[in-house]
């Protein structure tokens, strides 16, 4: 095996994560906007592969979830976890985008009560209903891999972790070969973007001290054959190319990405993500329809977005997160107390 760990925590993943949320921000705000109103005025250049970021996310996702696991006690200290860092920013950040959204009248970008009620839940993806927001897809492929990953934790054991793996690549591709798969199976089995995480994860392993590269490398050889016969050759291409960073990164060479503007964003990256694109889109709406340059509407609407997420980090997703693990805590310490529940392992 390999040796422990020096950090507890890789610096340059937060580093990452600001990375992708900018990227995320300039697809949206110089492709995307076109897209849904080519008849208002835009910057004049196009940032394609918006996927391409998000995949990243989800790899880092794959990395980051082992945080969580090799702290749990039970399945509820997972959901309430997830609940804590998930739910407050979502919910704000959704009111003040539908908010947003009815004071401009965009009604383009507006969905029905049915759908913001299944918003609320997080879960509108598995009712194949529309998202307040078009970038909130992909927290339905997060809460599907929380799912799975539960599961498999409480069922399974992390110790057979990689051969796992390797069958949830089987399942994938199965659904390779019956693509007339039901879609729900698709999204609960997370089959689309499965290798991505697996890549976060066996990096995780090596980085953690728990696997070599040597023994990883055939499950990453099969992430990658699962991408290249499944996807275009540029995904293949990318996927590649996530696994190189993740190993350089967990190599100690990538620590140059740590500058302090990346890990502030990176730190603010979730609540910026959910709270940019619909906002952002009526900010260069209505700017537009005032005659201001593309430019200046690009600026001013990321600047705002900026702001509202640096608002929503730092007043809600962290003292509100906080106080419900601190809750927990203390409920959980008053059961073990009463005996109602057992007390953890040493």
């Known amino acids: ?23 995320v921000l300039v697809f949206h705000y110089s492709t995307r906007f076109h897209e849904l109103f080519p008849q208002a005025a835009h910057v004049p250049f196009s940032f394609p592969g918006g ?27 997972f959901a309430i976890n997830r609940i804590a860092r998930l739910y407050p920013a979502y919910i704000v950040a959704m009111l003040l985008t539908l908010s947003i959204e009815y004071l401009a009248k965009a009604s383009q970008l ?28 992909t927290l339905t492929v997060e809460i599907a891999f929380y799912f799975c990953m539960i599961a498999m934790w409480k069922w399974v054991g992390m110790k057979w972790l ?25 999204m609960l089995f997370v089959l689309r973007y499965v290798p991505f995480f697996i890549i976060g994860m066996l990096s995780y392993r ?9 023994q990883q490398l055939p499950y990453a050889a099969l992430a990658l054959l699962s991408v290249a016969a499944m996807e275009s050759w540029d995904v293949t291409l990318v996927a590649c190319l996530l696994l190189a960073t993740f190993a350089a990164l967990i190599a100690g060479r990538m620590r140059w990405i740590a500058a302090r503007p990346l890990l502030w964003m990176g730190g603010i990256s979730y609540s910026f993500y959910l709270i940019h694109q ?8 209505k700017l537009a329809e005032l005659g201001y340059s593309p430019w200046i509407a690009f600026l001013t609407a990321f600047i705002i977005a900026l702001t509202l997420g640096t608002a929503i ?34």
């Open 278 to 285: 619909h906002v952002g889109f009526v900010v260069m709406l």
């Open 206 to 214: 090596v980085w953690a001290g728990q696997r070599r590269w040597g």
């Open 51 to 77: 996927n391409y970021r998000v995949l990243l996310f989800f790899t880092i996702s794959g990395f980051a979830i082992f945080f969580t696991l090799d702290r749990l006690g039970s399945v509820a200290d």
């Open 1 to 23: 095996m390999s040796g422990s760990p020096l950090r507890t925590r890789l610096s340059e993943l937060d580093a990452l994560r600001g990375i992708g949320a900018l990227c």
């Open 110 to 137: 507006l969905i029905g009560p049915a759908a913001i009620l299944a918003n609320v839940t997080m879960l509108q993806g598995f009712a194949f209903l529309p998202e307040v927001d078009g970038a909130y897809w």
């Open 162 to 186: 990689e051969p796992m793996l390797a069958l949830w690549l089987a399942v994938r591709g199965i659904y390779g070969l019956w693509p007339d798969m039901p879609e729900r199976i698709v």
């Open 313 to 346: 980090n730092r007043l809600v997703e962290r003292p509100v997160g906080e106080a419900i693990l601190a809750w927990w805590r203390r409920r959980r310490e008053r059961l073990r107390m009463t005996g109602e529940i057992a007390p953890k392992p040493s």
